[in-house]
C-alpha cells in the first residue's frame, strides 16, 4: 500500500489527540507514516506507534524549527516528491491549515481544509466531508490536481489503536532544500499558552461556554468549575468576550473558534447566527437560558428555561456527588 | 511605505449562507454582500501603520464581482488611498489555489513593501489565503498577528494561535494576517465618506495581469465539491422550565446520553 503522510503536532513531549485521528484515518486510505517537526522522544514514538504509524520521519534542523511556514512546506514538499504518498493529512489548527495553503502552492495541488470525515471512494480517490457555513451544510468534495492535501477538524474520529513498530529516520533540511532558501520570518521566541490544565478549545470532548446572561468576569469561575467537573474546555460567546468577561481566544463562533465536541453545554448564551455557526455541529447541545425564547433552544437536544445562577451550582454538585 | 490590504466581499455574517445547486459555489444573491468583518481589522491595521511611518500609502485589493467594488469604497472611506478591483467573468468559481495566484499577480502589479490581511474569511473559513500569499511572492509569512510593529525595514510580529504567543520577525517585503479584535476599526468620517470620492480605483482584468483565463474558475479548480445537502433542523428536544430541579434532571440527561 502506498504512503499517506500525517504531520504530526508533537507539543512538550506528548502527541496530541488530534494526530491520533490523523493516523486513524491515514490506515484506511494507505500506510501511515508521521512526520515529526523536533525531536521524536521514545514516548512519542511508542505512542505514534501504538496508532498505527509505520513509519516516523523527524527534523529538528533550527532553520525548519524557528521558520513560519516555509520550513515545514519544504520538508513535506520533499517527502512528497520522495515518497509519493496518496494523501497529506494534517490538522485542522490554524497553523495546520496555513501549512497545507503552502504546501498547495508549491505542488499545484488540491487543498480541502476543515475535513469531517475522509474514505476511499470507490474505482479510486478520495472523498472529503466537510462541515460548512457553521454546520448547516455539508459537503462532499474531492481533489482533482496533485497530492490530496486535507486538514481534519478535531473531534471528528475515535483513535483505532492499531500497534506496529515505526522504523524511525531523522532528515535534515539541507537534504531536501532545492536551491535558495526561501525567505521566512524568523520566530524569535515562544510562550506556550498556559492551559489552567484544561484541554484545548477545539479538540476538548466537552465544551462548556458562557455568554451575556453569566453577567460578570468574576462570574465565569461558575462556568470553569462546570468545565472542570466534566474535564471540559472554556468557550465564550462574542457578547462575553467582548464585554471583556473572558479573553478573545476563548470565542466560540463565526469570527472565533469552530467547536465540535461530543457535549456542548451553553449558559447564558442566546445563540445569535453568530455563535451558532461555531458550535452547532457538537454531537449533543444542553442549554441554559432565562428567555424561552432564545435561538439557542432551536439547537438544545435539553434545554432549560432558568437562571443559570442557580441552576450550575446544582448541576456541578451533582455531577461530584454522582462521580464519587 | 507600500502597504496592500486585502479585502473581500462576503455574506452578511448574520445571514443564512447557502451553496447554489447549480454549481455549488456560494449563492451570493442569497444574503447582502458586505466588507468581510475580519478584514476591515486588516484595513485599520494598514492605516495605523500608514499613519506611524511616514511617506505611507495604503493601497485596498479585492478581487470579486462588480459588486465588490462596495468593499472597496468602504476602505476607501475609512483613510485607504487607493482601490484596486480585480473582476473579470473567468473568475467565477474559483478556489483557494486561483484566488492566491491572482491576488498575488495583483500585488506584484500594484507594488508592495507589506500586504495585510484577515485572519480567514466569514464565508470559506479556510484561512489560507495569506500563507498562499507569502509562499506565491516568496516573502516571509508573519501570519495570525496580534501585534504588528515595523521599524525600519524589520517587521515584528506576536503571532497567536492555540499554541500560545510567539514573537517574530521578518524583513520587508513580507505577508501579515491580523486577528479579530488587533484594533478597533475606525467608522467613516463624513470627511472621509466626502474624501473618498475622488480617490482613484483602478480596475484589472486577467489579460492586465497576464493571467490565462483557463488557469482560474470553476473549471480550474483543484477540487471539486461532488454534493451538498443542508443538514435537517435537530429533533427529538426536550425543554424545561426549571422547577427548582434542573441541574439533577440535566445530570440525569447526561448519565442517559453516556455522557456522565
Same mark, same amino acid.
Given at each position: 500500500m502506498a504512503d499517506v503522510l500525517v504531520l504530526a503536532d508533537v507539543a512538550d513531549g506528548s502527541v496530541g489527540k488530534p494526530s491520533l485521528e490523523l493516523l486513524t484515518l491515514a490506515a484506511r486510505l494507505g500506510t501511515p507514516v508521521a512526520v515529526v517537526i523536533g525531536v521524536a522522544s521514545s514516548d512519542v514514538v511508542e505512542k505514534l506507534g501504538q496508532f498505527g504509524a509505520s513509519a516516523i520521519v523527524t527534523c529538528d534542523d533550527a532553520e525548519l524549527t524557528s521558520s513560519v511556514g516555509a520550513g515545514v512546506v519544504t520538508l513535506l514538499a520533499s517527502l512528497v516528491s520522495s515518497r509519493s504518498p496518496v494523501a497529506v493529512l494534517l490538522a485542522s489548527s490554524a497553523e495546520g491549515k496555513e501549512i497545507a495553503g503552502r504546501l498547495a502552492v508549491r505542488l499545484d495541488a488540491g487543498v480541502l481544509t476543515d475535513a469531517v470525515d475522509v474514505v476511499a471512494a470507490d474505482g479510486g480517490g478520495i472523498v472529503v466531508e466537510q462541515s460548512v457555513f457553521g454546520g448547516s451544510t455539508v459537503v462532499h468534495a474531492r481533489s482533482t490536481r496533485g497530492v490530496p492535501i486535507i486538514t481534519l477538524r478535531p473531534n471528528s474520529v475515535t483513535p483505532v489503536e492499531a500497534p506496529v513498530s515505526p522504523e524511525v529516520s531523522v532528515v535534515t533540511i539541507s537534504q531536501y532544500a532545492e536551491g535558495a532558501a526561501p525567505r521566512y520570518a524568523k520566530v524569535v521566541s515562544r510562550a506556550p499558552v498556559a492551559s489552567g490544565g484544561r484541554p484545548g478549545l477545539t479538540e476538548a470532548a466537552v465544551v462548556v461556554a458562557g455568554g451575556r446572561?453569566?453577567?460578570s468576569a468574576e462570574n465565569f469561575a461558575l462556568v470553569e468549575e462546570l468545565a472542570d467537573a466534566l474535564g471540559g474546555a472554556v468557550g465564550a460567546s462574542r457578547a462575553a468576550t467582548d464585554a471583556g468577561w473572558?479573553?478573545?481566544?476563548?470565542q466560540v463562533g463565526q469570527t472565533g473558534v469552530t467547536v465540535a465536541p461530543q457535549l456542548y453545554i451553553a449558559c447564558?448564551?442566546?445563540?445569535?447566527i453568530q455563535h451558532r455557526?461555531?458550535?452547532?455541529?457538537?454531537k449533543t447541545i444542553v442549554a441554559i437560558n432565562?428567555?424561552?425564547?432564545?435561538?439557542?433552544f432551536e439547537l438544545a437536544d435539553f434545554g432549560v428555561v432558568g437562571d443559570l445562577h442557580v441552576v450550575l451550582p446544582q448541576l456541578i454538585a451533582e455531577i461530584r456527588s454522582r462521580q464519587s | 511605505m507600500r502597504i496592500v490590504a486585502c479585502v473581500k466581499q462576503v455574506p452578511d455574517t448574520f445571514s443564512e449562507k447557502r451553496l447554489?445547486?447549480?454549481?455549488?459555489?456560494?449563492? %451570493?444573491?442569497a444574503a447582502d454582500g458586505v466588507i468581510d468583518e475580519l478584514d476591515t481589522y486588516a484595513v485599520e491595521e494598514a492605516l495605523r501603520l500608514k499613519e506611524s511611518h511616514e511617506d505611507s500609502t495604503v493601497v485596498v485589493l479585492t478581487m470579486g464581482?462588480?459588486?465588490?467594488a462596495d468593499t472597496l469604497r468602504k476602505a476607501l472611506t475609512m483613510g485607504a488611498d487607493e482601490a484596486v478591483h480585480v473582476v473579470?467573468?473567468?473568475?467565477?468559481?474559483?478556489d483557494a489555489l486561483a484566488t492566491s495566484l491572482v491576488l498575488a499577480k495583483a500585488i506584484e502589479h500594484v507594488g508592495y513593501d507589506l500586504v495585510v490581511l484577515g485572519s480567514?474569511?466569514?464565508?470559506? %473559513?479556510?484561512?489560507v489565503i495569506a500563507a498562499m500569499l507569502a509562499e506565491r511572492l516568496g516573502v516571509p509569512q508573519a501570519t495570525l498577528a496580534g501585534k504588528v510593529g515595523i521599524d525600519g525595514s524589520t517587521l515584528r510580529v506576536q503571532r497567536v494561535t492555540a499554541a500560545g504567543q510567539a514573537d517574530v520577525e521578518a524583513e520587508l517585503p513580507a505577508v501579515v494576517s491580523v486577528l479579530e479584535k488587533i484594533n478597533e476599526p475606525r467608522y467613516p468620517s463624513f470627511k472621509g465618506i466626502m474624501a473618498a470620492k475622488s480617490k482613484p480605483t483602478t480596475t484589472l482584468s486577467l489579460a492586465d495581469l497576464g493571467i490565462?483565463?483557463?488557469?482560474?474558475g470553476l473549471a480550474a479548480a483543484a477540487t471539486v465539491v461532488v454534493d451538498s445537502t443542508v443538514r435537517p433542523p435537530r429533533g427529538d428536544r426536550t425543554i424545561v422550565t426549571d422547577d427548582g430541579s434542573a441541574g439533577v434532571q440535566i445530570a440525569d440527561f447526561l448519565v442517559d446520553q453516556k455522557l456522565l
Amino acid at each position: 500500500m502506498a504512503d499517506v503522510l500525517v504531520l504530526a503536532d508533537v507539543a512538550d513531549g506528548s502527541v496530541g489527540k488530534p494526530s491520533l485521528e490523523l493516523l486513524t484515518l491515514a490506515a484506511r486510505l494507505g500506510t501511515p507514516v508521521a512526520v515529526v517537526i523536533g525531536v521524536a522522544s521514545s514516548d512519542v514514538v511508542e505512542k505514534l506507534g501504538q496508532f498505527g504509524a509505520s513509519a516516523i520521519v523527524t527534523c529538528d534542523d533550527a532553520e525548519l524549527t524557528s521558520s513560519v511556514g516555509a520550513g515545514v512546506v519544504t520538508l513535506l514538499a520533499s517527502l512528497v516528491s520522495s515518497r509519493s504518498p496518496v494523501a497529506v493529512l494534517l490538522a485542522s489548527s490554524a497553523e495546520g491549515k496555513e501549512i497545507a495553503g503552502r504546501l498547495a502552492v508549491r505542488l499545484d495541488a488540491g487543498v480541502l481544509t476543515d475535513a469531517v470525515d475522509v474514505v476511499a471512494a470507490d474505482g479510486g480517490g478520495i472523498v472529503v466531508e466537510q462541515s460548512v457555513f457553521g454546520g448547516s451544510t455539508v459537503v462532499h468534495a474531492r481533489s482533482t490536481r496533485g497530492v490530496p492535501i486535507i486538514t481534519l477538524r478535531p473531534n471528528s474520529v475515535t483513535p483505532v489503536e492499531a500497534p506496529v513498530s515505526p522504523e524511525v529516520s531523522v532528515v535534515t533540511i539541507s537534504q531536501y532544500a532545492e536551491g535558495a532558501a526561501p525567505r521566512y520570518a524568523k520566530v524569535v521566541s515562544r510562550a506556550p499558552v498556559a492551559s489552567g490544565g484544561r484541554p484545548g478549545l477545539t479538540e476538548a470532548a466537552v465544551v462548556v461556554a458562557g455568554g451575556r446572561g453569566v453577567g460578570s468576569a468574576e462570574n465565569f469561575a461558575l462556568v470553569e468549575e462546570l468545565a472542570d467537573a466534566l474535564g471540559g474546555a472554556v468557550g465564550a460567546s462574542r457578547a462575553a468576550t467582548d464585554a471583556g468577561w473572558y479573553p478573545h481566544t476563548t470565542q466560540v463562533g463565526q469570527t472565533g473558534v469552530t467547536v465540535a465536541p461530543q457535549l456542548y453545554i451553553a449558559c447564558g448564551i442566546s445563540g445569535a447566527i453568530q455563535h451558532r455557526a461555531g458550535m452547532q455541529t457538537a454531537k449533543t447541545i444542553v442549554a441554559i437560558n432565562k428567555d424561552a425564547e432564545a435561538p439557542i433552544f432551536e439547537l438544545a437536544d435539553f434545554g432549560v428555561v432558568g437562571d443559570l445562577h442557580v441552576v450550575l451550582p446544582q448541576l456541578i454538585a451533582e455531577i461530584r456527588s454522582r462521580q464519587s | 511605505m507600500r502597504i496592500v490590504a486585502c479585502v473581500k466581499q462576503v455574506p452578511d455574517t448574520f445571514s443564512e449562507k447557502r451553496l447554489d445547486p447549480a454549481d455549488q459555489t456560494l449563492d %451570493r444573491g442569497a444574503a447582502d454582500g458586505v466588507i468581510d468583518e475580519l478584514d476591515t481589522y486588516a484595513v485599520e491595521e494598514a492605516l495605523r501603520l500608514k499613519e506611524s511611518h511616514e511617506d505611507s500609502t495604503v493601497v485596498v485589493l479585492t478581487m470579486g464581482p462588480a459588486s465588490a467594488a462596495d468593499t472597496l469604497r468602504k476602505a476607501l472611506t475609512m483613510g485607504a488611498d487607493e482601490a484596486v478591483h480585480v473582476v473579470d467573468d473567468a473568475l467565477h468559481g474559483s478556489d483557494a489555489l486561483a484566488t492566491s495566484l491572482v491576488l498575488a499577480k495583483a500585488i506584484e502589479h500594484v507594488g508592495y513593501d507589506l500586504v495585510v490581511l484577515g485572519s480567514e474569511s466569514t464565508d470559506a %473559513r479556510m484561512g489560507v489565503i495569506a500563507a498562499m500569499l507569502a509562499e506565491r511572492l516568496g516573502v516571509p509569512q508573519a501570519t495570525l498577528a496580534g501585534k504588528v510593529g515595523i521599524d525600519g525595514s524589520t517587521l515584528r510580529v506576536q503571532r497567536v494561535t492555540a499554541a500560545g504567543q510567539a514573537d517574530v520577525e521578518a524583513e520587508l517585503p513580507a505577508v501579515v494576517s491580523v486577528l479579530e479584535k488587533i484594533n478597533e476599526p475606525r467608522y467613516p468620517s463624513f470627511k472621509g465618506i466626502m474624501a473618498a470620492k475622488s480617490k482613484p480605483t483602478t480596475t484589472l482584468s486577467l489579460a492586465d495581469l497576464g493571467i490565462d483565463p483557463a488557469a482560474v474558475g470553476l473549471a480550474a479548480a483543484a477540487t471539486v465539491v461532488v454534493d451538498s445537502t443542508v443538514r435537517p433542523p435537530r429533533g427529538d428536544r426536550t425543554i424545561v422550565t426549571d422547577d427548582g430541579s434542573a441541574g439533577v434532571q440535566i445530570a440525569d440527561f447526561l448519565v442517559d446520553q453516556k455522557l456522565l
